[in-house]
């Protein structure tokens, strides 16, 4: 069968990637958090743990029957990874109560939900990797957990019956067969093959919650044909393309296709998070950073620092996360100095626990920055700005966040010039928004730290790269390396080199580096958090 044919019996149409139809391009989405419902107040949860030596079997089973109780009935498990982080917020503001009856009893376990499914499960082969990707998503669609084939006959001890064997079957199959019922506002993308990442058997609750498609096929025409049947401007969860491991790859197609990436490869429980998004809807955060009117002050040079990948939710809400890690939120000398953190906007929906406790424990010196958009995505290669713009300007302004870290892939092809204020200018429309941070994909401060305009607000470029690995000019690798740069720029406030952005990459450097060049710096060299950099940019530099 010809492509074409494919796509005509598909219904999926013949137009090519990026183009967005108007009945696609809507603004009114249903929330992120989807159809799974709140959490109780005071309400029990099991607790099953998951062991190094957990065969992937169980923790596949356990996680699809997590995801499908999260929708059916509200969440019924956390899977206990070893990190109390959020169990121990869930119990200490919400009064949950984890109950360890069956945290080491599989069977038991299963047997006490049942009552949560449609009383069946779909049969799969985890030595047929393509089946895990079918089992997935029909798991969500038959409200039937996932059972590989060594667990058949402890489901049917249970009293479960075989609602469907996808054994030697693939997403391609169920996309054929039962496209007509999933979710057209999400999509999972996410390996099914440890060989290609060792994640495959993590985040296999989100698509039974969601009742999205698991997608892991290699065919990138049917793959981009297959995305024109997702609303634009929906999520994709996961981690890469079944066409490219390439990061740059990657985002760059979930771009044309019209979505936002939320890095997930690894998360566990995201449907316990995602269940606080209708109990806290109506919920607004405040920062806790101190906001006052920017003060001119002569013969100094500004910086700011941000630490990076913090679009990544498993940097926010992921089992030892940023947060319970004593290199970033832990370290000891946090609140000694101004310091830029990534907030994912999307988890005023998908965790709003989460941001609870980002913001709840930061101090005056913590500064939140909005990180990408809705999600991970280039904007230049995005097809549909307004529509973002138009839907991200009410997570802005719930999560207190008024600057945008942008990321976009525009090396090697062209430069950063000052026609790409045209790409943005949707964004500049939101009114919360007073300036915006820019990263050029891989190689961080391309840009050298330029500052251009879009509708009065600053577009800041990285000046310096803070890494451990010195692979072009503008990465400095070592506290001392770092400050002597910083001490050598000018102290001018009136010139865009008197300020310096500096991007702090989260896997090779922490605040303990950033403390140490912080003491290295000579007395007229100002730090300052980024949304006070991004004032000052605007009092001394903007149009007069």
């Excluded at 249903?30 to 099953?48: C, D």
């Excluded at 109780?69 to 009064?95: K, M, N």
């Excluded at 620092?305 to 000398?333: A, W």
């Excluded at 991200?392 to 026609?419: F, G």
Aim: net charge negative; hydrophobic share 40%; with cysteine.
């Amino acid at each position: 069968m010809t492509l074409f044919v494919l796509a005509v019996v598909l219904g999926l149409g013949v137009s090519t990637a990026g183009a967005v139809s108007p009945e696609k391009a809507s603004i009114e989405q249903s929330p992120l958090y989807g159809p799974v419902k709140p959490l109780q107040r005071g309400q029990s949860i099991y607790v099953f743990v998951k062991k190094a030596d957990t065969p992937d079997s169980q923790f596949v089973a356990v996680q699809t029957l997590q995801g499908i109780a999260a929708r059916t009935t509200g969440p019924r498990i956390w899977i206990d990874l070893s990190d109390p982080t959020f169990p121990e917020y869930l119990t200490a503001v919400h009064q949950v109560v984890f109950d360890r009856t069956y945290a080491e009893d599989f069977t038991g376990l299963i047997a006490a939900l049942k009552s949560c499914t449609s009383g069946r499960y779909v049969l799969y082969d985890l030595r047929d990797r393509p089946s895990l990707s079918a089992a997935t998503t029909m798991a969500g669609l038959l409200d039937a957990p996932a059972a590989d084939v060594s667990l058949q006959e402890i489901f049917e001890r249970a009293g479960y019956t075989m609602a469907l064997d996808v054994r030697e079957k693939d997403c391609r199959w169920v996309y054929e067969n039962y496209g007509k019922q999933i979710n057209p506002e999400a999509i999972i993308i996410h390996t099914h093959t440890r060989r290609q990442h060792p994640s495959a058997a993590f985040l296999r609750d989100w698509g039974p919650a969601l009742r999205a498609l698991d997608w892991w096929y290699p065919d990138k025409e049917l793959s981009q044909k297959v995305y024109q049947k997702i609303a634009v401007c929906s999520p994709v969860y996961g981690w890469q393309s079944p066409t490219s491991s390439d990061e740059g790859v990657s985002i760059q197609q979930h771009s044309e296709a019209g979505f936002f990436q939320i890095p997930s490869d690894w998360m566990v429980n995201l449907s316990v998070h995602a269940s606080l998004g209708p109990v806290m809807k109506e919920r607004r955060f405040v920062q806790k950073a101190e906001r006052k009117e920017p003060v001119r002050q002569e013969g100094v040079h500004t910086v700011t620092f941000i630490l990076s990948d913090m679009d990544n939710i498993l940097t926010e809400i992921g089992t030892h996360s940023f947060f319970s890690n004593r290199r970033f939120y832990r370290n000891p000398h946090r609140g000694q100095f101004p310091m830029g953190w990534g907030m994912a906007p999307a988890l005023v929906e998908l965790s709003p626990g989460g941001v609870e406790m980002w913001y709840e424990k930061a101090t005056e010196k913590d500064a939140f920055v909005g990180y990408c958009g809705l999600g991970y995505f280039y904007p230049s290669h995005f097809p549909a700005m307004d529509v973002h713009a138009g839907r991200l300007k009410a997570y802005l302004e719930r999560a207190d966040l008024r600057t945008l870290l942008l990321i976009d892939r525009l090396e090697p092809a062209k430069q950063l010039t000052e026609d790409y204020a045209r790409v943005i200018e949707p964004f500049a429309k939101i009114d919360c928004l007073r300036g915006f941070f820019y990263l050029e994909y891989m190689a961080y401060a391309h840009s050298e730290g330029r500052i251009f305009w879009v509708k009065g607000r600053p577009v800041v470029t990285a000046r310096f790269d803070f890494r451990r690995e010195k692979f072009y000019p503008h990465v400095r690798s070592s506290p001392e390396e770092l400050a002597e740069a910083l001490n050598a720029m000018p102290r001018n406030p009136d010139s865009p080199d008197g300020y310096s952005f500096v991007t702090v990459h989260a896997w090779s450097r922490g605040l303990d580096e950033v403390y140490e060049t912080i003491r290295l710096l000579e007395p007229n060299v100002r730090v300052v958090g980024p949304e006070e950099f991004i004032e000052l940019i605007r009092l001394n530099l903007g149009p007069k």
